[in-house]
């Protein structure tokens, strides 16, 4: 099932969705998420103040400080997208 770029604030997804849909910004094929990726994503679920956004972002999920979000730390990302960008993103 592909998952659309621009996701519906509105709508439920899962963590699978979440980083499904995550990788589709990882635009240098890196596995990790940047701040201008990061960036890319949150103006895609038309997100206010991204860049300031991003970097907080990165910064809240960023547990080894090397400016990425790698797999080990999607997790601190979905937090920060509840929290601060009103995704609803669920376990089923």
């Not at 890196?30 to 300031?52: C, K, P, S, V, Y």
């Not at 990165?58 to 547990?63: K, L, R």
């Amino acid at each position: 099932m592909a998952v659309a770029t621009t996701r519906s604030l509105d709508a439920d997804m899962t963590v699978d969705e979440f980083k499904e849909w995550l990788r589709r910004f990882d635009t240098d094929r890196d596995g990790r998420i940047n701040r201008e990726e990061l960036r890319r994503a949150m103006r895609a679920i038309r997100a206010r103040f991204t860049g300031w956004r991003s970097r907080q972002g990165i910064s809240y999920a960023d547990a080894d400080g090397d400016g990425y979000i790698d797999d080990s730390e999607v997790d601190g990302l979905i937090e920060f997208a509840q929290k601060n960008l009103g995704l609803k993103i669920v376990a089923y």
